[in-house]
C-alpha cells in the first residue's frame, strides 16, 4: 500500500464575518491523497476550494476534524510545538498562488527570492546558494540575466515560473497550487502545467492542483474532487469523473465549458 | 436583418504609436479588422499583442493613453475618422460603439445605487429629465436579464455577485443600443457557469438589437464557442482573419496553429510536451525584422526574416493571413 501524503477526516472551517454572521467554508470534508499523486480540487468562487488547501499549507486553522499530513496531524503539532511546527510544515508544503504579480516581493529579483529560499532551506553558502538558485530558475526556463530583473518588467508567465522555481526550492513533500494557470494567457498554460508535472516525476511530489478549470484538472490530475458550498459533491478518479459525471452539479459545471462541441455557427 | 450591410467597423493596415524616450515606438503595425454587422468577432493574440490598443482606437480613446494613430485608416460606418473631432467621437461612443473594459467590473463605484450609476450614466449622454432618465435605465436592466429589477436599482455594487455585476456594466453599455459592442474579457474573473449565462446573453443581445460584437479575449474555446468571425493578433499586426470555424480547425499562418496546439481542451490526452510556443512574443519597440514571428516559428525560412511584416494576404476564398509561407506549410 502506498503511502498517504494527505489524510482529511470530516474538516470543517468557519469563519466570522464582519458583521458577526458566521461562515461554513469547509463543511464535513474527509479525503485522501496518496503520495506522489497529483490531485485536483475543483470548485467556483465561494467553494471553499482555497479554504481547503490553506488548511493543508497551514495558513488556515481547522475548525473542527483532523488534517493529517504524512501522518502528522497538523493541528496537534501546531498546539504542542507552537510557531516551531508551522517551520516544520513550511518544508513540508510549499504553495504557489493565482496571482504572480502579488505573490513575489516586487523589491527582490528573482534571483534573490529564490537565494532566500535556498540559503534557508538548504542552509548552504551565500554564494552556493546563488548558484543553487540560478539552477533551480534555469530549470524552469529563467536564465541567468533575465533572474536579475525586478518582477515588474517580467510577463505573467514568466512570473508564475518564478513561483515555482522558489517553491521547489525549499524541497517540499507536499506542492499546492492553487489557480496556477488562471491569470496567464493561454499560451503559457500548458507550459506551467508542465513544469509542475516535471517536478513530480523527477522528485516524487504530491500535487495538490485547485482550479475551476476544468481541462486544467483533466490534464494534469488522476484523482480529483469537486467541491461545492463547501462540501464535497464528488470524487474519485479524473477521468471517470469528467467524462461520466454523477453529480448533477458536475454535469453542469461540464456544459457550462466553452468550445467543447461545435454549435452552429451563424 | 436590417438592409445595412456596410460594415461598422473597418480598419486597415493600423499603426498606432506612444511617445518613448526621445521619439516613439509603434505598438499597433499593421493591425486589420473588419467588423461585419450583426457579425461577433473574436480579437485573439497573447499579452502585449496589442488587443486592447486595437479597441482603444476603434472606440476613439487612444489620446487617454497617450498613444495616436500614425498610419492606416479606421472607418466607422463608412465615415473616415480620421476626420473626427472630439464631439463626433464623443457622439459616436454609446450611439454606435459601446465598450465594456477589462477594468469595468471593478469601476462601479461602490457608493451608489444600480439606479444611481445608470442614471448618470445616461444623462451623461442624452439630454434626459430624471424620469425619462430612470425608465431608460429600468430598461437597461431588464434588457441584461436581472430579475427583480426594480429592486436590483436600489442596490449596491457589494450587494450584487460578480455576473450580476458585469450583467449592470453591460447594461450601462447598451443605455443608448450601440450598433457595436467592444468586449476586452468580460468573463475572465467569472466561474465557467456564470461566463457561459453572461456570453450567451450577450449572443442573444446581438441579434435582439442587431448589433455586432468584439470579444477580446486571449481564450480560444470563449471564440470557437461564441464567435463566427476571427481576427488573430500577434505584435501589433493582424496575421490571420476568417470565419471562426475556419480559422481555428484549418490555421493558415504558423502561429494561429501553436496557439490552437497550446490549447487544453477536456476531453483530450494528457498533457504532452511541444504543446507550446517556445519563447516570449516581442514587446514594442523589440520587433524583428521580417515576419514578427520568426524567431518562434517552427516553419521560419531566411525569407521570413527580410524585409518588414508580410501583409494580409488572401488565402482560399474568405482568408487573408500574413505568412508568406503559408502554401508550402499548410497547401491551398
Known amino acids: 500500500m502506498t503511502e498517504l501524503a494527505v489524510e482529511v477526516t470530516d474538516l470543517s472551517v468557519r469563519f466570522k464575518s464582519s458583521r458577526g454572521h458566521f461562515v461554513d467554508a469547509v463543511r464535513h470534508v474527509s479525503l485522501e491523497v496518496q503520495a506522489g499523486e497529483v490531485f485536483g480540487v475543483v470548485g467556483e468562487s465561494g467553494s471553499g476550494k482555497s479554504t481547503l488547501v490553506r488548511v493543508l499549507a497551514g495558513l488556515v486553522k481547522p475548525t473542527d476534524g483532523k488534517v493529517q499530513i504524512f501522518g502528522h496531524d497538523v493541528n496537534e503539532s501546531r498546539r504542542l510545538f507552537g510557531r516551531r511546527s508551522q517551520r516544520l510544515n513550511a518544508s513540508n508544503v510549499q504553495m504557489v498562488f493565482q496571482d504572480p504579480y502579488s505573490s513575489l516581493n516586487p523589491y527582490l529579483t528573482p534571483l534573490q527570492a529564490v537565494t532566500e529560499v535556498v540559503r534557508i532551506r538548504q542552509r548552504l553558502s551565500r554564494r552556493d546558494s546563488r548558484e543553487a538558485a540560478a539552477a533551480a530558475l534555469e530549470e524552469v526556463g529563467i536564465s541567468k540575466a533575465r533572474a536579475q530583473h525586478k518582477p515588474l518588467s517580467l510577463s505573467g508567465g514568466q512570473l508564475q515560473r518564478v513561483s515555482l522555481a522558489r517553491a521547489l526550492a525549499a524541497n517540499p513533500e507536499i506542492l499546492i497550487a492553487d489557480e496556477p494557470t488562471s491569470a496567464i494567457d493561454q499560451s503559457m498554460q500548458a507550459r506551467i502545467l508542465e513544469l509542475l508535472l516535471g517536478a513530480t516525476r523527477d522528485r516524487g511530489l504530491t500535487i495538490v492542483i485547485v482550479s475551476h478549470d476544468l481541462a486544467v484538472i483533466g490534464h494534469t490530475t488522476s484523482k480529483m474532487v469537486v467541491m461545492k458550498a463547501g462540501e464535497v459533491v464528488e470524487a474519485g478518479a479524473t477521468d471517470e469523473i469528467l467524462t461520466r459525471p454523477s453529480a448533477a452539479y458536475t454535469q453542469r459545471l461540464l456544459e457550462a465549458v466553452p468550445g467543447r462541441r461545435s454549435r452552429p455557427l451563424g | ?332
Not at chain 2, 122 to 136: G, H, I, Q, Y
Open chain 2, 1 to 332: 436583418m436590417s438592409d445595412v450591410v456596410d460594415p461598422v467597423v473597418v480598419v486597415r493596415n493600423l499603426t498606432v504609436s506612444v511617445p518613448h524616450d526621445s521619439g516613439s515606438i509603434a505598438v499597433l503595425d499593421g493591425a486589420e479588422l473588419t467588423v461585419n454587422s450583426g457579425s461577433r468577432l473574436g480579437l485573439v493574440g497573447e499579452s502585449g499583442s496589442g488587443k486592447s490598443m486595437l479597441c482603444r482606437a476603434i472606440l476613439g480613446t487612444l489620446h487617454r493613453h497617450d498613444a495616436r494613430v500614425s498610419g492606416g485608416t479606421i472607418h466607422i460606418q463608412g465615415r473616415d475618422a480620421s476626420f473626427f473631432n472630439d464631439s463626433d467621437w464623443h457622439r459616436l461612443r454609446g450611439t454606435v460603439l459601446g465598450y465594456v473594459s477589462q477594468a469595468s467590473l471593478a469601476g462601479l463605484n461602490p457608493t451608489l445605487t444600480v439606479r444611481r450609476h445608470l442614471v448618470h450614466a445616461a444623462r451623461a449622454v442624452m439630454a434626459l429629465d430624471t424620469r425619462s432618465a430612470e425608465r431608460c435605465a429600468l430598461e437597461a436592466i431588464e434588457m441584461v436579464e436581472l430579475p427583480r429589477a426594480n429592486r436590483i436599482l436600489d442596490e449596491y455594487p457589494s450587494q450584487l455577485s460578480g455576473g450580476m455585476r458585469q450583467r449592470v456594466v453591460i447594461a450601462s453599455a447598451l443605455l443608448q443600443r450601440p450598433k457595436l459592442l467592444v468586449a476586452d474579457e468580460p468573463t475572465t474573473a467569472l466561474d465557467v457557469t456564470v461566463q457561459k449565462s453572461i456570453m450567451d446573453l450577450l449572443v442573444r443581445l446581438t441579434t435582439s438589437l442587431g448589433m455586432s460584437l468584439v470579444l477580446v479575449t486571449h481564450d480560444l474555446a470563449l471564440v470557437e464557442e461564441y464567435t463566427n468571425e476571427v481576427v488573430v493578433l500577434y505584435a501589433g499586426a493582424t496575421v490571420e482573419a476568417g470565419r471562426t470555424g475556419d480559422v481555428l480547425n484549418d490555421p493558415r499562418h504558423p502561429y494561429t496553429q501553436a496557439l490552437q496546439s497550446s490549447r487544453l481542451r477536456l476531453g483530450d490526452k494528457k498533457l504532452t510536451s511541444g504543446m507550446w510556443l517556445p519563447g516570449a512574443p516581442p514587446q514594442p519597440g523589440e520587433w524583428p525584422q521580417g515576419c514578427r514571428f520568426t524567431p518562434r516559428c517552427p516553419h521560419a525560412q531566411d525569407v521570413c526574416s527580410s524585409g518588414g511584416q508580410p501583409r494580409l494576404e488572401a488565402v482560399l476564398s474568405v482568408r487573408r493571413t500574413a505568412c508568406i509561407r503559408s502554401e508550402e506549410v499548410f497547401g491551398t
